[in-house]
Each structure stands twice: as C-alpha cells, then as structure tokens.
C-alpha cells in the first residue's frame, strides 16, 4: 500500500509563498502519476498541479504561472512551490497518486493552507 504525507501547509497573507511537499513509500508508485488536488469549504476537490506520464505537467488555469509542481524523484518527493497567493487558494490540500496497471488512486492526509486578506 502506498502512503502519501504531506507537510507544508500553514497561514500566510495574500502575496505570500508557501512550499509543499509530498513524500510517497510503501508499494509500487511512480512519481509521474502523482500531482496536487484542493477542495475549499462547500466546493468539490479540484486538480491544482500534477505530473503527467512522459515528463509533462498540468495546471488548473487558476493557479498557472502561481504555482509550480516539481519533483525529487531520489527522496521520492514531490513538491508544490505556491507564490502570489490568494485568498481563494485557501483550501485543504491534497497530494494524490492517480490509478495505473499496477495499483489503485491513493490520497494523503491533506494539509491545510490559509490565506489571509
């Protein structure tokens, strides 16, 4: 079974940075499935940033040119660098490792990132 623990979340003002981290273990995973989701009070969990099979990412519109998802594939690691933040990113978030051949979808434990106005 694969594990997921994030670290990182936390409050800080509009315009601040924050940095989370993802740290897979246990089972079989590949870092190029794994990717970044966030759901906010009364809303569904939506994609932010995630890997793509090949090398390539995706980025939810609201959070491009904010965010950047980046990757220590030796300290299985992945990471979710967060500038210019926004009030409306304030959400619960989630790492998340998509379904492949050799396993099913896993979650983390979600972190938590408030943005004050």
């Known amino acids: 079974q694969v594990q997921l623990v994030e670290s990182g979340g936390g409050l800080v003002q509009a315009g601040g940075s924050l940095r989370l981290s993802c740290t897979a273990s246990?089972?079989?995973?590949?870092?190029?499935?794994m990717g970044w989701y966030r759901q906010a009070p009364g809303k569904q969990r939506e994609l932010v940033a995630r890997?793509?099979?090949?090398?390539?990412?995706n980025y939810a519109e609201s959070v491009r040119g904010r965010f950047i998802i980046s990757r220590d594939n030796a300290k299985n690691t992945v990471y979710l660098q967060m500038n210019s933040l926004k009030p409306e990113d304030t959400a619960v978030y989630y790492c998340?490792?998509?379904?492949?051949?050799?396993?099913?979808?896993?979650w983390g434990q979600g972190t938590q990132v408030t943005v004050s106005s």
């Open positions: 998340n490792h998509g379904n492949w051949a050799y396993g099913p979808e896993y």
């Open positions: 246990g089972g079989i995973f590949s870092i190029d499935r």
């Open positions: 890997f793509i099979p090949g090398g390539s990412t």
